[in-house]
């Protein structure tokens, strides 16, 4: 069997046009082989039932795939519940509308500078700072790290790429240096912040362990703000693209609808997913499509290619939020659903709002085309627009 991105060597240099849709690919492949056998022996699913199935069991799939420890997406039954419960009272609905106002002013800065007229580079100018922002805001973090947590990202994104596990264990391990740094800085307390928060919390009636509060918080920020940038470029190119799209969200902009807004935005990323896969590893022997899969296999639940599977959303392109709500995995699907679910719409509801509100058209570059990421990545790498002023 062959590797299903061996294919794939494109110039990393190269531009529009010259690089492969993931999605493409993985539609192709779903169709002719939706259980997936790697060279490594990993089993990547692509079909949306076999992909739920799998998510929603865990005593068959199990999540202790990683050779480290990691809260709580590592866990599983109880020890998830306990670790899951701690987190999800960061995440209710009233912790995320207290950050509105931060997301809000952090947009309105980012919007008002950008030119109009001229090229903005979407990823970039937009996406890149907002995540930091927002996610800085919102754990107190300086902002002086700013610069750094940039850089970092661009570094991530580059060792994901790379499939070099090595390089990936690097750049994570510089991530947790930067954070054990942030927490040695406030040992002494007197602030209120997430962080400060959970360096105070308990779990089993004991406190976090330095280890444990560096992990999750890894969980939070260290992909999270790669996504965040990801889901910018994403929904900005579709707007964009898509003239007849861009004028409903106009309209629900001006009707104040923002539930649909939110109900629009994930959508969108159920088209063009950049969560692309979770890790699993069987329990026992099982069999999904057919094909047996021994215990202590690895297997990769993709959710791109289930989020375009038609045999749950017969057009995978067509844009139909309320039809296709109840069938997406752009989240996730069980008890390992992204806690984050809730904050991360309501961010990008800020920020695309924001967008919106400000300018009458946002249109593709005339200078140089979008080009995508290029796989095991998804999304777009460069979406290089312009906005028209109000």
């Known amino acids: 069997m062959t590797d299903?991105?061996?294919?794939?060597?494109?110039?990393?240099h190269s531009e529009a046009g010259t690089r492969p849709d993931l999605r493409v690919m993985l539609d192709a492949q779903r169709q002719t082989c939706p259980v997936f056998h790697e060279p490594d022996g990993t089993v990547?699913?692509?079909?949306?039932?076999?992909?739920?199935?799998?998510?929603?069991?865990?005593?068959?799939?199990?999540?202790?795939?990683?050779?480290?420890?990691?809260?709580?997406?590592s866990l599983d039954g109880e020890e998830h519940r306990v670790y899951r419960r701690l987190i999800d009272a960061y995440l209710t609905d009233d912790e995320v509308r207290a950050q509105e106002p931060q997301c809000r002013s952090h947009a309105a800065a980012i919007v008002r500078g950008l030119p109009r007229g001229a090229t903005v580079r979407t990823v970039l100018d937009i996406g890149t700072p907002y995540a930091v922002r927002v996610q800085s805001s919102w754990l107190g973090w300086p902002a002086a790290i700013e610069d750094e947590l940039v850089d970092w990202m661009a570094d991530n994104r580059e060792a994901t790429r790379s499939g070099d596990r090595r390089r990936t264990a690097e750049v994570a391990e510089?991530?947790?240096?930067?954070?054990?740094?942030?927490?040695?800085?406030?040992?002494?307390?007197?602030?209120?912040?997430?962080?400060?928060?959970?360096?105070?919390d308990r779990v089993d009636g004991r406190r976090l362990e330095h280890a444990e509060i560096?992990?999750?918080?890894?969980?939070?920020?260290?992909?999270?703000?790669?996504?965040?940038?990801?889901?910018?470029?994403v929904i900005v190119h579709h707007l964009a693209t898509d003239v007849a799209l861009q004028a409903h969200l106009r309209q629900l902009v001006a009707a104040n609808?923002?539930?649909?807004?939110?109900?629009?935005?994930?959508?969108?990323?159920?088209?063009?997913?950049?969560?692309?896969?979770?890790?699993?590893?069987t329990t026992r022997d099982t069999v999904v499509g057919g094909e047996p899969i021994p215990a202590g296999t690895r297997v990769a639940l993709n959710w791109t290619a289930?989020?375009?599977?038609?045999?749950?959303f017969g057009d995978p392109d067509a844009f139909d939020p309320a039809q296709h709500a109840d069938a997406s995995l752009?989240?996730?699907i069980g008890p390992h659903r992204c806690p984050g679910r809730a904050l991360t719409l309501m961010e990008l509801r800020v920020i695309i709002w924001e967008l919106l509100a400000?300018?009458?058209r946002i249109a593709m570059s005339p200078e140089r085309g979008p080009v995508r990421e290029l796989p095991p990545v998804s999304g777009w790498a460069k979406v290089p627009i312009v906005l028209d002023p109000v």
């Open 4 to 12: 299903l991105f061996g294919a794939v060597e494109a110039d990393p």
């Open 44 to 73: 990547t699913l692509l079909a949306h039932g076999d992909v739920r199935a799998a998510a929603l069991d865990p005593a068959t799939f199990s999540s202790a795939v990683s050779a480290h420890r990691a809260l709580p997406n």
């Open 174 to 200: 510089r991530f947790d240096l930067i954070i054990s740094r942030l927490l040695d800085a406030r040992r002494d307390g007197g602030v209120d912040d997430a962080t400060s928060r959970l360096m105070a």
């Open 214 to 233: 560096v992990s999750i918080l890894r969980n939070w920020t260290a992909g999270d703000l790669g996504s965040l940038a990801a889901s910018v470029g």
């Open 257 to 281: 609808r923002t539930e649909d807004f939110e109900d629009a935005m994930e959508e969108i990323l159920r088209i063009d997913d950049p969560f692309v896969s979770n890790r699993r590893v």
């Open 306 to 312: 289930a989020n375009r599977d038609p045999a749950a």
């Open 330 to 332: 752009v989240f996730g």
């Open 358 to 360: 400000r300018t009458t």
